[in-house]
């Protein structure tokens, strides 16, 4: 469906409508995950620092490094963290010679979560782009990229 008849618009300028189009659409793929999450207990913050975790292959993330990976940079990181180790997912550690030097890893059971969630988030990830072809995908993210700079 066209972005002007989904927010009831006749027209508008390019750069509008695609910035339009971009957020509308990063919105509705983030509700998407979201509801994905739901019966996991996960909000789709606390999963990107559960990624990011896994990502570290074992090695603990200092919270700057958790938060320059983050997708959503609004978060709050700290507080984040804070959930996910009230629920076991992931565990902090503080440096003894430097109490302000503060570690974070991902517990075995939030790698068994992760795996419990891999599936059917990647199920999400197909079926949002099942109406593009390989070559589309690929130019798309390419487009993405270039809007970045």
């Known amino acids: 469906m066209k972005i002007e008849e989904i927010i009831q618009s006749t027209s508008m300028p390019p750069a509008r ?5 971009i957020i509308f659409t990063a919105n509705l793929l983030s509700e998407q ?6 019966p996991f ?5 606390q999963f990107n620092v559960l990624r990011i975790l896994r990502g570290q292959k074992g090695k603990p993330a200092n919270l700057s490094t958790i938060q320059d990976r983050m997708v959503n940079k609004m978060s709050n990181t700290t507080r984040l963290v804070d959930k996910l180790i009230e629920k076991g997912l992931a565990s902090r550690i503080i440096c ?3 109490r302000r030097k503060v570690e974070i890893s991902i517990t075995q059971k939030g790698l068994a979560l992760l795996s419990e969630i891999d599936a059917p988030m990647d199920e999400m990830n197909q079926k949002a782009i099942s109406r593009l072809s390989e070559d589309d995908i690929n130019s798309l993210n390419d487009l993405l990229e270039k809007v970045r700079g």
Do not use: C, D, Q
Not at 33 to 38: C, G, M
Not at 41 to 45: R, W
């Open 96 to 98: 003894a010679e430097n």
């Open 33 to 38: 995950s979201a509801e994905v999450l739901k």
């Open 41 to 45: 207990g996960l909000s789709l913050p």
């Open 17 to 21: 409508k695609t910035v339009i189009n």
